[in-house]
């Protein structure tokens, strides 16, 4: 049986690239075999667990459903892409620092999730959270952490937005305040 | 000596923490090799079947297929314990399970291997298949057992039997005031890690064959994968990436790891098996169905006289860990309260269905289950606050069980007082509104086994330590990092000894080829056996470090401080330098600096009567639980509103990793109480024998919006032979989960769940019969004691 081989076109974390896929591959198919990115990850196959769990246009996809001919002309972002040139993101360093990542496998997904939700809401509760992330399984840490770790974020990026903001105004404003002092 | 650990004991990142947030995290599936083929394995459609002939050569012929092999290319049995070798990688002339695999192929894409796996022709001959055990355990032999008999006069679907007696049983029970008698039932569930099992095999094409493999024994498995591929042990090399989740079922070999060896050594190529979610659920190894009876007596005012317990063990096709799980159904039940007289008559089948083995608390879990609520009957048959009633009833610390089994720290009564405290107990218990009700239950759990799983009197565990001239330290660990923090673990204590930065210390880990043989992450002996191993190798190295300082600054050596990065004098810290000067000092003086550390357990903590050395181990953890429930008597939907969990885990070497764990193993419990399932179609309702729901849509573990909120409260005991005191926290805190939400909706409605799950339609049919009986309502709370528990926590 010969299996098409297709070019696609996808934009991965600001990248544009053409991979050579089979048609019928999904997009986590494409991202982990494709494109050596292996930070989305294959918990199950049929979309049950969340662990494949991307951004499509900024909102939260199971990559396993996906034909990866449906993210075409699409951004995508993955947990490869939250860190910026200046290290990492404030969700992926709260994880780290609260004991969000036990086994880590479902890690990728979650970030996902949540970084979609300070997107949308900087200022979350904790049910918001637990509501963001209910398609995500995770087996090993009982969500506490994760909870922890997000509302953490979520703070340290408002913060961090505030910080810019007067920062700025320093800037324009010879003799203003020092940053933080708000 | 405590208040000198300047990280030990604070909450601290993880070494793999960020790489497993960024992405960079390396799991056996992220792994492509050059030239690398896929496999499948194809699976038996039938519980109980004859393999009458295979026929491979339509699947060879396919284009693109490399190799086609069947159980007769491997024909040498293994087992993860030595006396039950009784599995095939791939079966040879019977098949005992749906989804017992009969061949594998390795083609160039997975879809290739797919569509000649249809090419396969199998022949089978159906035999009847056994799915009740009760039946299995009956059988006379007139249709053939899953086995050949294990001993004279078995029939071939026994396992094993266990009878154990201390004390005087009846006697206890007959001279009791109050006697409880109970039939139970805890559901088999199994582990789901988040990552399905994976493994690569690469053969040399000349003599040395390479696998990795998401495992949480690759000690274990290298010597398995030497033996059944006929390869030396000093050829072969295991690699274990990081574990996506294990829980006990990825701690034995897999068909999947023989397979990629196999079918690589054929090919020339590297070959990779990930197995289907589906196929977790068929290869299982969870957690076994147990059908518990159980009798206990006791004096109307609370004291323990007798525990007997019968107990049939749903074993599945294989034996697995059966032989320990049988003794473990009984053996670690005599702790935390001391029990005058104990017998336990055990016994294990098999049946048609994929093999039980060890999932989180291995076989002590459900028996904890059923006696923990055996005890809340007693106590509300002696009148007495089921909390008290525990306390009266403390074993204490530095003795032995009834069983023999040697206990030394236990911080159960302070467990108590703190889910006591913290859950409102006094204020709550019996007398919440009809509807809600709190549950207590308690527990105990082993730190590691103290054998190993084959006979042998070498080290249980070992790390190596190096150290760069830069001030670079380096761990060679064997240990297997399943998301529990034992890489970080070993980094803090070499951290910690030698006063480096934790940046400084590399965990460099998991491969056969160059890390020192630790046993495995089961049993929970990680931090206990590999922390001791690891203080060994950090201290030798200290030593020579303070030695060399001292004789440059002409003081005692033990004067000499590494902390924080700097060696400095203890009299006078104004007398200080670098930490990597310090260490260049010691290389100096020493030659190259690398040491060995190594640890094995006591022997003297256990009984010489046949099967006192399971639930032998060095050290215990104590655990109590309060789960708060709201119970719906319209619905039986049960909403499990809190859980508070207290834990003796001796010393919190991080408290972060541990709450982890206490979190997680309430989680999981929690999930085993209310929803978990993992069961099989009989002919009425589809085919015999078929797993019921293996996906994790139709498999309920729980979700963001059904995990109760989880309090985690550490409890340290500082243990006199754990490593700074530390004792396990990965399994123990598991236990009082089932029976604390058993013994809170009691309190909520007045029915007791003797069965698991609590599903809705399971407690709803509880009430109506409850309802029916006239029993249904808030039972009444305890008649006030006036005469004060003697077993208080001191101050």
Redesign the interface.
């Known amino acids: 049986m010969a299996t098409s081989i297709e070019i696609v076109r996808l934009k991965v974390n600001g990248d544009t690239r053409e991979v050579g896929v089979p048609g019928h591959f999904t997009l986590l198919e494409a991202l982990r075999y494709g494109m050596g990115l292996t930070g989305s990850k294959q918990g199950c196959d049929k979309g049950d667990c969340g662990a494949c769990t991307v951004l499509v246009d900024g909102a939260p996809t199971l990559s396993c459903l996906t034909p990866v001919w449906e993210a075409e002309g699409r951004d995508v972002t993955t947990v490869e892409g939250l860190a910026g040139p200046d290290g990492p993101h404030p969700l992926q360093d709260e994880f780290d620092l609260h004991g969000a990542a036990q086994c880590g496998f479902c890690t990728p997904g979650i970030l996902c999730s949540a970084a979609a939700l300070l997107d949308e809401n900087p200022s979350p509760e904790r049910d918001d959270v637990q509501r963001a992330l209910a398609g995500n399984l995770c087996r090993c840490t009982g969500y506490a952490k994760i909870y922890d770790a997000v509302l953490a974020a979520a703070d340290r990026v408002r913060k961090s937005r505030s910080d810019n903001d007067v920062t700025d105004h320093a800037r324009a404003t010879p003799g203003a305040s020092e940053p933080g002092a708000t | 000596m405590l208040s000198d650990n300047t990280m030990i004991g604070t909450?601290m990142?993880?070494v793999?923490?960020?790489?497993?947030?960024?992405?960079?995290?390396?799991?056996t599936?992220?792994i492509?090799l050059p030239g690398m083929l896929h496999a499948k394995i194809l699976r038996s459609p039938h519980p109980h079947a004859r393999i009458v002939s295979i026929d491979t050569s339509k699947a060879e012929a396919?284009?693109?297929v490399h190799a086609v092999i069947t159980g007769r290319d491997m024909p040498i049995t293994y087992g993860i314990i030595p006396w039950t070798p009784d599995e095939y990688p791939l079966c040879v002339d019977r098949v005992r399970y749906i989804g017992d695999g009969v061949a594998a192929v390795a083609a160039v894409?997975e879809?290739?291997a797919l569509?000649a796996m249809k090419l396969i022709e199998v022949e089978y001959e159906e035999l009847d298949a056994f799915l009740d055990p009760h039946l299995a355990l009956e059988a006379d032999g007139s249709t053939p057992y899953i086995h050949d008999a294990r001993k004279e006069g078995w029939n071939g679907n026994i396992t094993k039997i266990v009878n154990l007696e201390f004390g005087d049983v009846e006697g206890g029970l007959d001279g009791a005031d109050v006697v409880v008698e109970g039939d139970y039932f805890f559901e088999g569930t199994t582990?789901?890690?988040?990552?399905?099992h994976c493994a690569i095999g690469q053969w040399d094409g000349v003599s040395k064959l390479t696998v990795w493999s998401a495992t949480q024994v690759p000690h274990y498995l290298h010597r398995e994968l030497a033996r059944v591929l006929g390869v030396e042990q000093a050829n072969v090399r295991v690699l274990q990436p990081?574990?996506?989740?294990?829980?006990g079922g990825k701690s034995e070999p897999f068909d999947l790891e023989f397979c990629v060896a196999k079918l690589s050594m054929v090919t020339g190529r590297p070959v990779k098996i990930?197995y289907?979610?589906e196929e977790v659920f068929y290869s299982h190894r969870g957690r076994h169905p147990f059908h518990m009876k159980y009798r206990t007596g006791a004096t109307s005012d609370g004291m323990l006289t007798s525990v007997d317990a019968k107990i049939l063990l749903d074993g599945g096709a294989y034996a697995s860990f059966g032989l320990v799980t049988t003794y473990y159904s009984g053996q670690l039940l005599c702790a935390p309260y001391e029990m005058p007289a104990y017998r336990f008559d055990s016994t294990r089948v098999y049946t048609n269905k994929p093999a039980c083995g060890p999932k989180r608390g291995h076989g002590s879990v459900q028996p904890r289950f059923a006696f923990e609520v055996q005890i809340d009957k007693l106590a509300e048959k002696t009148g007495l606050d089921p909390m008290e009633f525990r306390r009266r009833n403390f074993i204490g610390e530095h003795t032995r069980t009834v069983n023999e089994l040697r206990v030394t720290s236990n911080g159960f009564l302070e467990c108590l007082a703190a889910v006591e405290q913290a859950s409102g107990w006094k204020e709550k218990f019996r007398a919440m509104p009809f509807g809600r009700g709190l549950g207590v239950a308690g527990s105990t759990y082993i730190s590691g086994t103290n054998y190993p799983i084959y006979p042998n009197e070498m080290p249980q565990s070992a790390v190596q330590m190096q150290i760069d001239r830069s001030g670079r330290v380096a761990v060679f660990s064997g240990a297997s990092e399943?998301?529990?923090?034992c890489d970080s673990v070993v980094a803090y204590i070499a951290a910690e000894e030698l006063g480096v930065p934790l940046e400084w210390v590399r965990v460099l880990r998991g491969d056969t080829d160059f890390t020192p043989v630790d046993l495995g992450a089961y049993s929970s002996r990680v931090t206990f056996m590999l922390g001791n191993a690891a203080i060994d190798a950090a201290t030798k190295l200290r030593e020579q470090v303070q030695k060399a300082v001292g004789e440059a600054w002409d003081v005692p050596h033990p004067e000499v401080v590494l902390a924080a990065g700097e060696a400095m004098w203890s009299q006078d810290p104004s007398r200080r330098m670098p930490i990597a000067e310090a260490f260049n000092l010691g290389e100096a003086k020493f030659g190259t600096l690398g040491a060995t550390g190594w640890y094995n357990t006591p022997k003297d903590v256990h009984g010489e009567y046949r099967g006192g050395t399971i639930g032998a181990s060095p050290a215990y953890s104590f655990t109590a639980h309060v789960a708060e429930v709201e119970v719906d008597p319209d619905t039986g939907i049960v909403e499990v509103q809190k859980i508070w969990v207290a834990h003796d885990c001796g010393r919190a070497l991080n408290p972060?990793?541990v709450?982890?764990q206490m979190?997680?193993s309430?989680?999981?419990g929690f999930g085993e109480a209310l929803m978990e399932e993992q069961i099989y179609k009989d002919a009425d309702h589809g085919r015999a024998g078929l797993h019921n729901a293996p996906?994790?849509?139709d498999y309920r573990?729980p979700?963001?919006?059904d995990?109760p909120e989880?309090e985690?409260l550490i409890v340290e005991s500082i243990d006199p032979e754990g490593p700074y005191g530390a004792k396990e926290a990965g399994e123990g805190p598991l236990h009082p989960s089932i029976p604390a939400i058993a013994n809170a909706i009691y309190d909520a409605i007045g029915v007791r769940m003797d069965r698991l799950p609590f599903t809705a339609p399971n407690v709803w049919r509880s009430i109506e019969k409850a309802r029916e009986a006239g029993t249904l309502g808030k039972p009444s709370a305890p008649v006030p004691t006036d005469r004060p528990s003697e077993a208080i926590p001191a101050d």
């Open positions: 909450n990142r993880k793999e923490g960020l790489a497993k947030s960024t992405g960079r995290a390396v799991y599936d992220d492509t396919l284009s693109g894409d879809d290739t569509e582990h789901t890690p988040i990552e399905p990081l574990v996506g989740g294990a829980f990930l289907t979610r399943i998301g529990q923090g972060i990793l709450e982890g979190e997680g309430a989680y999981m996906s994790l849509l573990i979700t963001t919006l995990t989880l985690a």
